[in-house]
């Protein structure tokens, strides 16, 4: 995989399937922000790579505007988004529902996912040849996850999001992918 001349956002970039994600990506030659509420390990994995680190919660749609503008200001272009950042509910949604933890995982799950993607296509069209977003799901995403009925419910959504932007997007080569890992 050659990157060298490309620039990359990773949210959920300072941990985990991010971090790896960081990583890659600055191996194979990208300059790489990293995204995450987490600032110091957000500051750390940046610093390791080369990057760019972008502390803010990814579930505010003016800080995902901010990052993809940031990142885009600051590498002169911006070529791939791995929308990665993610939270399981720690609790089933079935019964005594947390309103606030349910609005956080819909905001990290979901939300960021549509601001991320709102926020980086037209920075994809700016830097012209098309361009990549990736949207971290999960196999709870594919089957659910019993016991956890709110993060497969996020998860679902993800996968049928970017099922349903995909194909126009692709007219103007623009490629949107879900991955769905297992448990990592």
């Known amino acids: 995989m050659d990157l060298k001349g490309r620039a990359a956002l990773v949210t959920g970039g300072a941990s985990g399937i991010g971090a790896a994600a960081v990583r890659r990506l600055a191996k194979a030659g990208a300059v790489v922000a990293v995204a995450d509420r987490d600032e110091a390990a957000a500051r750390a994995i940046a610093e390791e790579v080369g990057g ?96 956890d009925a709110l993060y497969t419910l996020t998860k679902h959504a993800v996968v049928g999001y970017v099922r349903a932007a995909a194909p126009e997007l692709a007219k103007e080569g623009i490629r949107v992918n879900a991955v769905c890992p297992g448990f990592a």
């Open 52 to 147: 760019l680190a972008l502390p803010g919660d990814v579930s505010d749609l003016d800080t995902m505007t901010m990052a993809v503008d940031v990142a885009e200001d600051s590498f002169g272009r911006l070529n791939l988004v791995l929308l990665n950042a993610g939270i399981t509910a720690g609790q089933s949604g079935t019964e005594n529902l947390d309103l606030a933890g349910y609005r956080r995982i819909m905001g990290v799950n979901v939300d960021h996912v549509v601001f991320g993607l709102t926020a980086a296509v037209p920075a994809l069209r700016r830097a012209g040849g098309g361009g990549t977003i990736v949207a971290t799901a999960s196999l709870a995403g594919l089957v659910p996850m019993p016991g």
